[in-house]
């Protein structure tokens, strides 16, 4: 196995500086380029491939950040886990994937974290405050910090994260239909009775007032898959 002193002596400097460059510290540390495009050049020629276990037993972290959910089979969950995986590929991390409910409680949910020496955590649509405070205050005594992703309107005052102007998106998708000429809109949803929900559907009842659009007795109707056909045919009946 090819260590950093060998690439040291191969280069002929210091095996500080091979490690700076091989950990990305080289440029804030002022190493030149040249020393840089070099130490890189000889890694690659001797096939040199960083110990991430060795690494984790010196640092006490892994280079895995988690990434916790309560569903993972979601179009809109795949698609930002896709963009999670992406931005941790460009800063040589790797990203383990964690269902909520497989965990047994908060507690064993935070030994999984420490015993995997996480580098951080991605909390991906956990709506309830109380959960979410819990768990980012119990993995902060051991140093895993906790980015909330999607976590409704409560995420905010929680700790850092980046949620969705429910209100606005809701304001946004009438304004459209609104701009293209349509004057009865129909929206079908299951969630009514979240606030997530509920916000999104109060921005398109603002919108839509403002618009002057009378808006149908039938603008929101709960849908399952046995019902489809009876939700189309109110629709179409509706409109003719």
Not at 33 to 39: D, E, L
Not at 129 to 151: E, F, M, N, Y
Not at 219 to 229: E, I, N, S, W
């Amino acid at each position: 196995m090819v260590t950093l002193q060998d690439i040291a002596e191969r280069a002929g400097i210091s095996r500080a500086t091979v490690s700076l460059v091989l950990n990305n510290r080289g440029r804030a540390l002022r190493i030149s380029a040249a020393t840089t495009r070099r130490i890189l050049a000889l890694a690659d020629e001797m096939g040199y491939c960083r110990n991430e276990i060795a690494r984790s037993v010196v640092t006490g972290r892994t280079n895995v950040i988690g990434f916790l959910a309560q569903w993972t089979s979601t179009q809109h969950c795949a698609l930002l886990l896709e963009g999670v995986m992406l931005a941790a590929n460009r800063h040589r991390l790797m990203v383990k994937v964690m269902s909520l409910g497989f965990a047994r409680s908060i507690q064993a949910l935070v030994d999984i974290c420490r015993g995997y020496r996480l580098a951080g955590l991605i909390a991906y649509e956990l709506f309830d405050p109380a959960v979410l405070g819990d768990l980012r205050q119990r993995l902060a005594r051991h140093g895993i910090p906790v980015v909330i992703a999607a976590g409704g309107p409560d995420a905010e005052r929680i700790g850092p994260g980046v949620v969705a102007d429910n209100l606005q998106g809701g304001r946004l998708a009438l304004e459209h239909l609104a701009e293209r000429g349509h004057r009865r809109v129909f929206v079908l949803s299951n969630y009514s009775g979240k606030r997530w929900a509920d916000e999104r559907c109060r921005g398109f009842e603002n919108a839509a007032r403002e618009a002057g659009l009378a808006l149908s007795p039938l603008y929101l109707a709960g849908y399952r898959l046995p019902g489809a056909r009876e939700i189309a045919a109110r629709i179409c009946a509706a409109r003719a």
